[in-house]
């Protein structure tokens, strides 16, 4: 997607896992991940937090109500619903024609609400994990220790995003196209960045679903 607006310099290029992940680890994560892997396999205990259905549908409405938040007009500054009491939604400036202050800054809005709901979600799954079954409290402490060595740099890497949408909305801009494209391509970039970021927790809830129904058959 990125590619296709012309926000990256040269071919998209996608490497292999292998190198992906050379490059993204360091020594220092060596011993955690390691450890993580040579977990000892003890008894399953009995799964005493939130049950998978119930976890399917924590998963399910973090998702919509994010990308309900997406697909909003723009005109609340709080896109996801928190659990404290909320007075009036400020609102936030139409932009106007060349500024691009407004959609960076709803941007970073979204991209805070994503953080803010997900990372719990992820850590709630991986509790339910490690009290399942062994392979999948494996599969939870590996999960814990690739979001602590991975999460700095990715998170880096998602924060260029308002950055190099400026570029397409300046090239609209000089080509004299209209903003409604501009936002659309936006809204897919976002929808994107939320696929991307809910991968880790539906990877975790499927792992815990194909438990449960192997122990039922």
Same mark, same amino acid.
């Given at each position: 997607?990125?590619?296709?607006?012309?926000?990256?310099?040269?071919?998209?290029?996608?490497?292999?896992?292998?190198?992906?992940?050379?490059?993204?680890?360091?020594?220092?994560?060596?011993?955690?991940?390691?450890?993580?892997?040579?977990?000892?396999?003890?008894?399953?205990?009995? =799964?005493?937090?939130?049950?998978? &259905? @119930?976890?399917?549908?924590?998963?399910? +409405?973090? !998702?919509? %109500? $994010?990308? /309900? *938040?997406i697909?909003?007009?723009?005109?609340?500054?709080?896109?996801?619903?928190?659990?404290?009491?909320?007075?009036?939604?400020?609102?936030?400036?139409?932009?106007?024609?060349?500024?691009?202050?407004?959609?960076?800054?709803?941007?970073g809005? =979204?991209?805070?609400?994503?953080? &803010? @709901?997900?990372?719990?979600?992820?850590? +709630?799954? !991986?509790? %339910? $994990?490690? /009290? *399942?079954?062994?392979?999948?409290?494996?599969?939870?402490?590996?999960?814990?220790?690739?979001?602590?060595?991975?999460?700095?740099?990715?998170?880096?890497?998602?924060?260029?995003?308002p950055?190099?949408?400026?570029?397409?909305?300046?090239?609209? =801009?000089?080509?004299?196209?209209?903003?409604?494209?501009?936002?659309q391509?936006m809204?897919?970039?976002?929808?994107?960045?939320?696929?991307?970021?809910?991968?880790?927790?539906?990877?975790?809830?499927?792992?815990?679903?194909?438990?449960?129904?192997?122990?039922?058959?």
């Amino acid at each position: 997607m990125l590619a296709r607006l012309a926000l990256l310099e040269g071919p998209a290029t996608k490497p292999s896992l292998v190198d992906g992940l050379g490059r993204w680890l360091g020594w220092s994560d060596a011993i955690p991940l390691a450890a993580a892997l040579n977990t000892a396999a003890g008894a399953r205990t009995r =799964l005493t937090g939130p049950g998978t &259905a @119930a976890l399917v549908r924590e998963f399910a +409405r973090v !998702r919509a %109500a $994010l990308e /309900q *938040a997406i697909a909003d007009d723009g005109t609340r500054a709080e896109p996801v619903r928190r659990s404290r009491p909320q007075g009036p939604a400020e609102a936030v400036p139409v932009a106007a024609d060349g500024d691009f202050a407004p959609h960076r800054r709803r941007y970073g809005q =979204l991209q805070q609400a994503m953080e &803010a @709901a997900i990372a719990p979600l992820r850590t +709630r799954l !991986r509790e %339910a $994990l490690a /009290q *399942a079954a062994p392979p999948l409290g494996r599969l939870a402490a590996l999960d814990a220790v690739m979001e602590q060595a991975l999460g700095a740099r990715e998170q880096a890497l998602l924060a260029m995003m308002p950055s190099l949408l400026q570029r397409h909305f300046e090239r609209q =801009l000089q080509a004299g196209a209209g903003l409604g494209g501009f936002r659309q391509d936006m809204q897919h970039l976002l929808q994107a960045e939320l696929e991307h970021r809910l991968q880790p927790a539906l990877g975790l809830l499927e792992a815990l679903q194909g438990m449960q129904q192997g122990t039922h058959e």
